[in-house]
């Protein structure tokens, strides 16, 4: 288990961008797969992209691919989300979770606080 800290949202218009920063505590913060989750007003939270343990693999929601990209730095315990093209309906709060490979669901139930994006057209 690990504890996580969201940053970097803000407000952007439309085409800009954001790169968000997801800071890990923990010692086996390396042992796991990661991802991006995010919640609109009015709607659940769903999945983004998630990230391999290693950093090899990435897997992307077909509304955000080919304009986010997810990446690692273990040796920093930070996850990141590159975000370019942005559209007004990416606007939501971004978690960041440890999940297990395949199904991307987070691995503990609990969540911090995340950071807004908010996206103007």
């Known amino acids: 288990q690990v504890q996580l800290v969201e940053s970097g949202g803000g407000l952007v218009q439309a085409g800009g961008s954001l790169r968000l920063s997801c800071a890990a505590s923990?010692?086996?913060?390396?042992?796991?797969?990661m991802g991006w989750f995010r919640q609109a007003p009015g709607k659940e939270r769903e999945f983004v992209t998630a990230?391999?343990?290693?950093?090899?693999?990435?897997y992307y929601t077909d509304s955000v691919k080919g304009r986010f990209t997810i990446s690692r730095d273990n040796a920093k315990n930070t996850v990141y989300l590159q975000m370019n093209s942005l559209k007004p309906e990416d606007t939501a709060v971004y978690y960041c979770?440890?999940?297990?490979?395949?199904?991307?669901?987070?691995?503990?139930?609990?969540w911090g606080q995340g950071t807004q994006v908010i996206v103007s057209s």
């Open positions: 990230i391999n343990w290693i950093g090899k693999i990435t």
């Open positions: 979770a440890a999940l297990n490979w395949g199904d991307y669901r987070p691995l503990f139930g609990s």
């Open positions: 923990g010692r086996t913060f390396s042992s796991y797969h």
